[in-house]
Structures are given as C-alpha cells and as structure tokens.
C-alpha cells in the first residue's frame, strides 16, 4: 500500500531554514510526480510546491525564491527545503501524491517564531 512519512518539521526562528523530507513507498516512486502542501490553523490546505517524474518543479507564489522541491529516486524520498522562513509559513505541511487515488502523509509541524 503507499504510504508517505514526513520528517524534519520543528521550531525555528524567522529568517531560518528547515528541510522536510517525505519516504515513500508501495509505488513506482521515480514515475511519480510529488507535491508538498500545507495547512495553517483556521486556513485551508494550500499547495506549496510540485515536483514531476522528470524533475520539473513549480512554487506557489507565496514561497517561489524561498522554497526549494527535489527528489532522490534511490531513496524514494522528496524534499522539501525551506530558507528564510516567515511566520506565515507556520502550518503543518503533507506530502501528497496521486496514483489513481489520492495518497496524504500524516503531515509535520513547522513554527516559525521567535
């Protein structure tokens, strides 16, 4: 079955960096296209950033020049790195991806506050 565990969420101060990752399995990884979303308290669920099968990425407008997707195919795992971090990134971000159906991580935390 496919499954999605997200990592590397915590407490950082504005202007900081944090990098998720996301391990997938239960699917033919590198044919897959991966996205990140996020979740802020009160808001619905935004995307942030996209990554096809063959490495072509896409950012919300919110995080373009700040946020960086990529992909380790021997690993099964999508990054997510997230330099000079504002308050307003603070949500919890999911890692998602569609293979007939649609398919959410359990989602981690990031704060960002001083």
């Known amino acids: 079955q496919v499954q999605l565990v997200e990592s590397g969420g915590g407490l950082v101060q504005p202007g900081g960096s944090l990098r998720l990752s996301c391990a997938a399995s239960?699917?033919?990884?590198?044919?897959?296209?991966m996205s990140w979303y996020r979740q802020a308290p009160g808001k619905e669920r935004e995307w942030v950033a996209g990554?096809?099968?063959?490495?072509?990425?896409n950012y919300a407008d919110s995080v373009k020049g700040r946020f960086t997707i990529s992909r380790d195919n021997s690993k099964n795992t999508v990054y997510l790195q997230m330099n000079s971090l504002k308050p307003e990134d603070t949500a919890v971000y999911y890692c998602?991806?569609?293979?007939?159906?649609?398919?959410w991580g359990q989602g981690t935390q990031v704060t960002v506050s001083s």
């Open positions: 239960g699917f033919t990884f590198s044919g897959a296209g």
């Open positions: 998602f991806v569609k293979r007939g159906y649609e398919y």
């Open positions: 990554i096809s099968n063959s490495d072509w990425t």
